[in-house]
């Protein structure tokens, strides 16, 4: 009985699987190919925080002039409601002051970068107005439903759906996001963890996506260049581990055909920038702008 039973089974599993190769290798068979506005190599984390102070308007004047296509940033919103580009909802690290932005009123907030050369806090819109046509990839850290409205709403106000995209590690923040206002939108990480399973399991080709932007770290920064917070991470072999598991240049080459970019960050050498692009990323993050446009020109194929 048994042997009747794999009789059937095995041609079904093979025919599946070269089935599953073959449209992993030819996307556009069941998958119209997205068509995005702009393309992005040159990515600068929260404009260049190696070179510049992070996140202010000397950075990414900056960035802008090495010619980055995309500024990276993240946003927090003042207890007036305005919206700050700032990594941390918490001063201390940034300026030496325990206190959360969302506590202060921006004039009180732009008061603790006192010194030096553009040390200001830089308003979203600001931005946006200085820089019309740059490509800005906005991360929502926070649960904050009036962040997310105010955020959507400068983007409508200054017509850039098509060039800002949404950014958030958490699949809750994300729908939210979404429900908001349309833009192309990063994999968050459950949706990250979806993708791997579906490409190992071979269903990747026959589901639809709707993500622009897969964006991750190149494992080998790990530990040299970016020091987790979780003792895991800090783990060599688990390391290892996810560097095998992820960095699949089959598995990019699919996403790029059916029309996403695959950004690795941070990549801050210029052996990381290599390797990201050797296994098949289209864009590399870095804290490094200038670095980076260096590379671009003498590797201007990547």
């Not at 939210?176 to 490409?199: A, D, W």
Request: aromatic content about 10%; glycine content about 6%.
């Amino acid at each position: 009985m048994l042997w009747k039973v794999l009789y059937y089974v095995f041609p079904a599993l093979g025919g599946y699987i070269l089935t599953s190769l073959y449209l992993l290798k030819n996307p556009h068979i069941l998958h119209k190919k997205k068509r995005p506005a702009f393309n992005s190599r040159h990515v600068s984390h929260r404009g260049g925080a190696g070179e510049r102070i992070e996140s202010t308007m000397e950075a990414f004047t900056h960035a802008v002039n090495e010619g980055t296509e995309m500024l990276e940033l993240d946003c927090h919103l003042t207890r007036d409601g305005h919206v700050v580009v700032s990594h941390d909802e918490n001063l201390l690290r940034q300026t030496g002051h325990d206190v959360h932005i969302s506590s202060l009123n921006l004039e009180v907030v732009t008061r603790y970068y006192s010194t030096g050369k553009d040390r200001q806090f830089v308003l979203l819109e600001d931005l946006f107005e200085k820089f019309p046509n740059v490509p800005v990839n906005i991360e929502i850290k926070e649960d904050n439903d009036l962040l997310i409205r105010k955020v959507s709403s400068l983007v409508k106000q200054y017509k850039r759906e098509a060039i800002t995209v949404w950014a958030t590690e958490q699949s809750k923040i994300m729908k939210k996001c979404r429900n908001v206002v349309s833009m192309p939108y990063m994999f968050t990480v459950s949706r990250g963890l979806q993708l791997l399973l579906l490409y190992y399991s071979g269903l990747l080709p026959f589901v639809p996506l709707g993500e622009s932007f897969l964006q991750f770290y190149l494992p080998q920064v790990i530990n040299r260049t970016y020091i987790p917070d979780s003792p895991v991470l800090r783990n060599g072999l688990v390391i290892s581990l996810i560097e095998k598991l992820t960095m699949r240049k089959n598995l990019f080459q699919h996403l790029v055909k059916r029309g996403l970019q695959v950004h690795l960050f941070v990549c801050n050498k210029e052996m990381d920038i290599a390797a990201a692009f050797a296994v098949g990323a289209t864009g590399v993050m870095t804290d490094y702008p200038s670095l980076l446009s260096d590379y671009l020109r003498k590797h201007p194929i990547c």
